[in-house]
């Protein structure tokens, strides 16, 4: 090196700064402007963490979180690695999430564990729902497959895992499923492909959904390995690692997303009413709540990017949702993230509302579109359009009805059995929670001596009397001690030792108090499970009957469902004109002396003389105060309700059925009729009046 070499420099001159010692570095526009907002918002201040670039944040999902946690439940005590493991490891996604590589296909997938899906019966009603809403609303169920069969047998997969510690549940959901040629297939290569990286044979079955805007698959797993120890799925894999294998597989045969493609997907996002991969972004890159899109010459490759938040911000910003504070500077509201999920839920529950409609050819006011999100304080009446799955991972399901009210009513959340006799099509009433003391709060106060109730003398008397279906005395006793149990957190009961539970005198009415303040869900009333087409010219005691009778009609609205009420009970009051079972005095109808009795029995005279040819036995009609015995074999729906057939050797009748003689299916049975319904004796005890 030369000497000029060594002797030159180049002084480059920074920032002047003040002589003054207390004097320190200064502030940037982006920190002012960021006190600034702290000192007019009421919020705290908070530390975000810094977002990689790019729009690829949305691999962080709460699912994923979700299926995080499930697989550390999974694991079970002092294990904490689990099958798939070793591609965790290999993979780097142990600790959290990582970025997808550029141009792989996107995949949403949710898991769920469930406990003792088999003994419970969780996992026979799952598997039920995820076939009937399997397809779209043609009338056909959803097809079950496993990796062999295209036509898996249900029950058979779950007599085999009655007795599994536990059951997984997936949904796959590749963002582009209606391009993929086989999903059927897919799935099939995905399963293969998490068997290899947990080294075991799973027993897995599948069903198809293309009921939605984005086709997906409902995959259950048994909760064990090829050897029938219980299956432990590392926590991690469950999170991340299907997911990466079934983008991968999605990648491969579509090809990897261009640029061109992304840009579409993502600016297609930039007016939707929902939480998007951008807003998910912006989040994560914004610092206290403030974004920085001032523009950066250098960094020209980005401005599609910042492009693309600036849009979704003034969008954002209609919405009180994001703030400009200067120009290219940007606060975004804490709210922004509950309040989009929440739209895009109410969104979600429209369009699913608006496709039901359609499908039965109906259309109504979205204006009239009512979403509840617990009981409804007033009594709802009107027709089914749609049962289905509410969060499609769980068993509780959802109904949307169209009430005489006029209006659409969404409710979800509601236990399927109660559900179970309510069809799409029938007739119901939705009512506020049942407040009133469950059986079991009876039985334990009737139980308790001196505010003592001992478990043990609850089983010897349930032996003795024999009145528990299946025979089941412990497990019917264990399901008075889980109650304890939770009334016991609440405060209500003391358990004293593993016999002796210590009960208020107003045990009764405190734990009714505290199920009302539960927000319980909301009950269920089959009025009829005939259309209105068919109640208009039907010989039974319709629900149309009941209606006509009560004579107030202030509660049907003249629109929607309501004007098809009102049109069906003028129709059936001509129908009974024409036969005679009602008669007009001026502007006045007067209807035939217990009208609905008649059309009963008139009705259950045509059905048990048929019957009658077909059994080769004499129809016997159960008058009232008679005593019934025989075999139940059986129900029938008829326009008078739903009605349980007693044999006999030489003989049949047809009694009102009631939910508790469903298991005595097959067995003989003993009852009263009383008034139109019947008290059934199933044991040694009381009569078990409903």
């Known amino acids: 090196m030369s000497g000029d070499d060594e002797n030159r420099f180049e002084p480059r001159p920074g920032a002047i700064r003040s002589d003054s010692p207390k004097a320190g570095k200064a502030k940037s526009f982006l920190t002012r402007a960021r006190k600034l907002a702290r000192q007019h918002s009421n919020r705290p201040v908070r530390g975000a963490a810094r977002a990689a670039p790019g729009l690829s944040r949305d691999s962080a999902s709460p699912a994923g979180k979700g299926a995080k946690a499930a697989g550390r439940r999974a694991e079970g005590a002092g294990v904490r690695r689990g099958r798939g493991a070793a591609f965790v490891r290999a993979r780097g996604l142990s600790g959290g999430w990582r970025h997808s590589a550029p141009g792989m296909r996107r995949v949403v997938v949710k898991t769920r564990y469930v406990r003792q899906a088999g003994r419970s019966g969780k996992g026979a009603a799952h598997l039920r729902y995820i076939q009937r809403d399997g397809t779209s609303r043609d009338g056909a169920p959803g097809q079950l497959y496993s990796a062999t069969e295209d036509q898996a047998d249900g029950e058979a997969f779950l007599a085999r895992g009655r007795d599994d510690r536990h059951q997984f549940r997936f949904i796959i959901a590749p963002e582009d499923a209606a391009e993929l040629s086989d999903l059927t297939g897919h799935t099939r290569d995905l399963m ?16 198809n959904h293309h009921n939605t805007g984005h086709p997906h698959v409902h995959v259950i797993v048994r909760g064990c390995d090829e050897s029938g120890e219980t299956l432990v799925i590392n926590g991690d894999y469950l999170a991340h690692g299907i997911r990466e294998r079934a983008s991968a597989l999605a990648t491969l045969e579509l090809g990897p997303v261009s640029e061109r493609e992304q840009a579409r997907k993502l600016a297609a996002e930039v007016d939707q009413d929902r939480f998007t991969r951008i807003d998910r ?12 899109l001032r523009p950066e010459p250098q960094e020209a490759r980005r401005q599609f990017d910042r492009t693309l938040r600036l849009r979704r911000l003034g969008r954002l910003q209609k919405m009180g949702l994001a703030t400009e504070h200067a120009p290219g500077v940007w606060e975004l509201s804490p709210r922004l993230e509950p309040t989009l999920r929440a739209m895009g839920e109410r969104g979600d529950i429209i369009r699913g509302i608006q496709r039901a409609l359609k499908a039965d050819g109906l259309t109504r006011d979205p204006m009239t579109f009512e979403v509840h999100d617990a009981a409804p304080q007033v009594s709802i009446t009107g027709r089914i359009v749609d049962k289905f799955l509410t969060d499609e991972m ?7 009805v169209d009430g005489i009210d006029g209006r659409i009513h969404h409710l979800s959340g509601l236990d399927a059995d109660r559900l179970e006799e309510a069809k799409v099509g029938s007739i119901v009433e939705v009512g506020p929670a049942d407040a009133a003391a469950r059986p079991s709060d009876r039985a334990i106060a009737a139980m308790a001596e001196d505010g003592i109730y001992r478990p043990s003398r609850h089983l010897e008397k349930a032996r003795f009397e024999g009145r528990v279906p299946a025979g089941d005395h412990k497990g019917f006793v264990d399901a008075h001690v889980r109650r304890l149990e939770a009334l016991r957190r609440a405060g209500i009961v003391e358990r004293i030792d593993a016999d002796r539970w210590r009960i208020p005198e107003d045990y009764a009415r405190r734990a009714a108090a505290h199920d009302a303040g539960r927000n319980l869900q909301a009950t269920v009333r089959v009025l009829s499970a005939m259309g209105l087409d068919k109640q208009i010219g039907a010989d039974g005691a319709t629900w149309l009957d009941q209606r006509l009778l009560r004579g107030d009609r202030s509660d049907i609205a003249s629109s929607g469902f309501g004007r098809e009420v009102r049109d069906a009970l003028d129709q059936r009051r001509d129908h009974h004109l024409a036969s005679s079972d ?5 502007a006045r109808v007067l209807y035939r002396r217990n009208l609905l009795a008649t059309l009963r029995d008139r009705e259950l005279a045509r059905v048990g003389a048929s019957l009658s040819e077909c059994k080769g036995l004499a129809f016997r009609p159960a008058a009232d105060g008679a005593r019934v015995s025989g075999t139940f074999t059986g129900t029938l729906h008829l326009a008078s309700g739903k009605f349980a057939l007693v044999e006999q050797s030489q003989e049949f009748t047809l009694v009102p059925w009631r939910r508790v003689i469903d298991p005595q299916l097959g067995r003989e049975v003993t009852g009263l009729v009383k008034g139109g319904s019947i008290a059934w004796q199933l044991g040694r005890g009381k009569d078990l009046g409903v």
């Open 192 to 207: 293969r492909s998490v068997e290899a990286d947990l080294g075991t044979k799973l027993d897995w079955v599948a069903v």
């Open 394 to 400: 769980g068993e509780s399901l959802t109904l949307v």
């Open 582 to 586: 009602a008669t007009r005095q001026g």
């Open 281 to 292: 972004v912006m989040i994560a890159e914004a610092e206290d709540g403030l974004l920085d």
